[in-house]
C-alpha cells in the first residue's frame, strides 16, 4: 500500500532513529528485556508470587518504563513543534514525533505477542484488540506523516501509566492497606485527571480547531475516522477515571481507622 512507503522507507532527511529499525529494536529490547527479568526474577519481590503474578509483575516493569520514555518523546516532540504553522502540526514530517510513534509502535507489537504467548497468564482479548487497533492507526500515522502535534498529548497520558502499575505490584504484594498505597492512589488520580482528562480534552479540542487541515478536500477520508478513534479513546478515559476515582476514595475509606486507633 502506497500509505506505508514512509512506514518502511526512512523519510529524507529525518532523524537516524526514523527508521524501521527503531521499530524491530524497541520489539526485541523489550522482548530481550522480559525475558531477562523472567529467567532470574530480576525486579521481583522478596515475597514468593504466583507464577501467573511473576509473569505479570515483568510485563509491568517494561510497561511503566516504556511510559517514561513515551513521556520523554511528549516533551521533545512540544518543544520540535513550537511556532510552526497550523497545518505543520498537523501534516508533514516531524523528527521526534517519527521517533517516538515508532518506538511506540514496537512497544505495541512486544505487548501484543507477550500477551498471545502468555494468554495463560495476560490473556485479555478486549487488550489485545485494543493494541491492534492503535498499532494500525500508529502504522497509518507514520505512513502519511500526521497528526504530529496530538502525538504530544497522546503520549503524555502515559504519565500516570508508572503510578498505575505501581498500585498493582501494591496491591499484589498485600500492601493495600498502607499508607503508600493510599499516596500512590491519590497521585494516580491526580495524574491520570490532569493528562487523560483535562489535556487529553484540550487536545482534542485543538484538533478539532485544525478540522479544515486534516478534514480538508482532498486528504484522506481515513484522517475523520482517525480523529473518531481519538474521541472514543477519551470517552474510555472518562470511564476509566470514574473507576479510579472510585477506587481512590475506597483506599481512603480503609485507611482513616488506622488514623483514629
Request: aromatic share 14%.
Amino acid at each position: 500500500m502506497v500509505f506505508l512507503e514512509h512506514l518502511f522507507i526512512p523519510p529524507k532527511g529525518g532523524h537516524s532513529w526514523s527508521h524501521p529499525s527503531t521499530i524491530v529494536a524497541t520489539f526485541s529490547l523489550c522482548w530481550a528485556s522480559f525475558l531477562v527479568m523472567q529467567w532470574t526474577g530480576l525486579t521481583l519481590p522478596k515475597q514468593k508470587l504466583k507464577r501467573k503474578d511473576q509473569v505479570e509483575w515483568h510485563s509491568r516493569v517494561i510497561s511503566s518504563v516504556h511510559a517514561l520514555v513515551l513521556c520523554l518523546g511528549s516533551l521533545m516532540c512540544y518543544l520540535e513543534l513550537q511556532d510552526k504553522s497550523r497545518e505543520a502540526l498537523v501534516s508533514g514530517y516531524a523528527v521526534w514525533p517519527d521517533v517516538f510513534a515508532r518506538i511506540f509502535l514496537g512497544y505495541l507489537f512486544y505487548d501484543t505477542t507477550n500477551m498471545l504467548v502468555y494468554y495463560k497468564y495476560l490473556g485479555d482479548k478486549s487488550a489485545i484488540i485494543h493494541h491492534i487497533i492503535f498499532a494500525c492507526a500508529a502504522a497509518y500515522v507514520l505512513g502519511h506523516s500526521i497528526m504530529a502535534f496530538p502525538f504530544v498529548w497522546l503520549s503524555l497520558c502515559e504519565i500516570s501509566t508508572p503510578s498505575l502499575n505501581l498500585r498493582w505490584h501494591l496491591a499484589v504484594t498485600d500492601q493495600k492497606n498502607g499508607s503508600l498505597y493510599v499516596a500512590n492512589g491519590v497521585l494516580l488520580t491526580v495524574l491520570f485527571f490532569a493528562s487523560r482528562v483535562v489535556s487529553y480534552g484540550a487536545g482534542m479540542w485543538h484538533l478539532w480547531g485544525l478540522r479544515d487541515v486534516w478534514a480538508a478536500p482532498g486528504q484522506d477520508p481515513l484522517n475523520t475516522a482517525l480523529v473518531g478513534l481519538f474521541f472514543l479513546g477519551y470517552v474510555l478515559n472518562l470511564y476509566w477515571m470514574q473507576a479510579i476515582l472510585n477506587g481512590v476514595l475506597r483506599a481512603l475509606s480503609r485507611s482513616k481507622p488506622a488514623k483514629t486507633a
